[in-house]
């Protein structure tokens, strides 16, 4: 099963790749309905390093529903400008075990006329991927109105080279 976005944010492209990287941003696009809290004693890293991070997923911020694995990658091969941050985790228990399949990208580039092009995509299966395909696309959604809603409030600079 699939679910795609595909938005033209208002913010500058560096802006948005470290919004993507940034576990905090990550909370503030799910929020109220879910959250996250780490498993690893070290908590949440500013920026997502690769590999796999273990948490316990909360709905309404407060309810333990399961566990979820964010396991990062940044591919490469990419056309001149585009960034990509892939997921390949998943949920790894409660209620989510009838979902085994996880695959979700997300890709910024500068949009025509200014902007950040932003692309999501999540690919998902399992027992359970059919009869969650419309849960998850309402929450895509979600996902959606929140990243027109925080993307303004986005800024980053870069250190200067010395």
Known sequence: MIVQLKLVLDCEPDAAWHALQSPAALREVVSPWLDFEPLAPEGLPAQWP????????LALRTVAVGTVAIDISRPGGLPRGVRMLRDTGGLRGGLGRGLREWD???????????????????????????????????????????????APTWSFEAEPIR
């Open 50 to 57: 690769q590999g796999e991070h273990l948490m316990r997923a």
């Open 104 to 150: 979700h990208r997300m890709a910024v580039s500068a949009a025509p006329g200014g902007g950040t092009l932003y692309r999501d995509r999540l690919h998902f299966g399992g027992p359970l991927a059919a009869p969650s395909w419309y849960p998850i696309w309402l929450f895509w959604q979600w996902r959606a109105l929140r990243l027109r809603q925080l």
